[in-house]
């Protein structure tokens, strides 16, 4: 019995080893538009709080502006993201971008094709990472045990400063930013960009910074007020597609769910 009981105990604690030292890695910016200026490196997993902490305390030392000032950070839009297990957004991109080209090889209007393609352009240039969908704020980690998990591996920590615009995508007829406005609502967004024939018009979502995505009814019949926040984005639903398509407006709203600033 003690020549398999041997072997065993010594496989096992090698796992349990491999677990406990296995490498963490974060990479710390401002925007995830940009190279992580800060790149940390731990032994071991880390816990939330301390990834939130050590970025808070060095960022600062590696990006300042041109006046040597810190610049407040827009917590609503801070996000740590997963940058290992980014497959399964991968492929929901490659589906979107797939149906969008067959979508626009059914048509004739060059208009329509035109604007298919700005969408495609503008998914095909996120940055996917799969998303800690929870606050990041330091203190509401610090009271809420739930967000304060252990992470392994390779991370991103967004630390942005607050926008000036929002993103407006979908069945638009102008994709791209907006300048945000205090008070204005969606349809007010939704006329200044236009929409397509195909466009839905009984509701919109709006991804907030922080990745929380909200259906909005915008009717006259079913309007319900919603805020919208600085750096939100606005997708506006394909109403007719083809037999097979029922999932790209989910899959494009899963994309921009865990599109960071």
Do not use: C
Not at 102 to 124: C, H, P, V, W
Not at 153 to 171: D, F, H, N
Not at 204 to 213: S, Y
Request: charged share 15%; hydrophobic share 40%.
């Amino acid at each position: 019995m003690k020549s398999y009981l041997t072997p065993l105990a010594l496989l096992v604690s090698s796992v349990f080893s491999t677990v406990a030292y296995a490498e963490t890695q974060l990479f710390v910016t401002t925007s995830s538009t940009q190279d992580a200026p800060l790149h940390i490196v731990y032994p071991t997993g880390i816990r939330i709080g301390q990834a939130v902490q050590d970025g808070l305390q060095q960022l600062p030392l590696y990006n300042k502006t041109n006046n040597k000032e810190v610049m407040p950070i827009y917590w609503l839009g801070a996000a740590l993201v997963d940058l290992e297990n980014t497959a399964v957004l991968e492929i929901k991109r490659q589906q979107v971008l797939s149906q969008l080209a067959q979508m626009g090889e059914a048509t004739n209007d060059s208009r329509y094709i035109t604007k298919l393609a700005q969408l495609a352009q503008f998914l095909r240039g996120i940055k996917l990472g799969q998303r800690v969908m929870q606050p990041l704020d330091i203190d509401a980690i610090r009271i809420t045990e739930s967000y304060n998990a252990i992470i392994e591996g390779k991370y991103q920590l967004v630390l942005p400063p607050r926008p000036s615009t929002i993103t407006l995508v979908g069945a638009v007829t102008q994709t791209g930013n907006m300048p945000w406005q205090s008070q204005t609502s969606s349809k007010d967004y939704l006329k200044q960009a236009g929409l397509l024939e195909n466009a839905e018009t009984s509701f919109v979502w709006i991804i907030q910074p922080d990745g929380n995505a909200i259906r909005q009814p915008i009717a006259y019949w079913n309007y319900q007020a919603q805020d919208i926040a600085p750096g939100a984005t606005l997708f506006v639903e394909f109403s007719s597609l083809f037999d097979g398509y029922a999932n790209l407006n989910e899959n494009i709203i899963e994309l921009l769910k865990n599109r960071t600033l």
